[in-house]
Nanobody, 119 residues
Framework: QVQLVESGGGLVQPGGSLRLSCAAS????????MGWYRQAPGKERELVAV???????NYADSVKGRFTISRDNAKNTVYLQMNSLKPEDTAVYYC?????????????WGQGTQVTVSS
């Protein structure tokens, strides 16, 4: 099993910044991608950003140029730097890790951290 613990959420004014952290532990060997998803009230969970084993990244169009995903392999931690935050970024943010075992993809999720953008 893989355990994921997020931190760094909170309340911020529009235009502000936050950095989310996600620390992975447990059977982390073989994780091939980690990412951040978010879910706003009444909406489906959506991908925000992902970073793969080789370091390639992808972002949702709505956050390109404002959010940056990065990782510290020594700390088994992934970060999401969020700048120029907008009210529509308000959501619960979830960390995700994907691990492929015998051609089967397993998804692991953190407990979520609330991000609220409001004046």
């Amino acid at each position: 099993q893989v355990q994921l613990v997020e931190s760094g959420g909170g309340l911020v004014q529009p235009g502000g910044s936050l950095r989310l952290s996600c620390a992975a532990s447990g059977r982390i060997f073989g994780i091939n991608a980690m990412g951040w998803y978010r879910q706003a009230p009444g909406k489906e969970r959506e991908l925000v950003a992902v970073i793969r084993g080789g370091g390639s990244t992808n972002y949702a169009d709505s956050v390109k140029g404002r959010f940056t995903i990065s990782r510290d392999n020594a700390k088994n931690t992934v970060y999401l730097q969020m700048n120029s935050l907008k009210p529509e970024d308000t959501a619960v943010y979830y960390c995700n890790a994907q691990k492929v075992v015998i051609a089967i993809t397993n998804d692991y999720w953190g407990q979520g951290t609330q991000v609220t953008v409001s004046s």
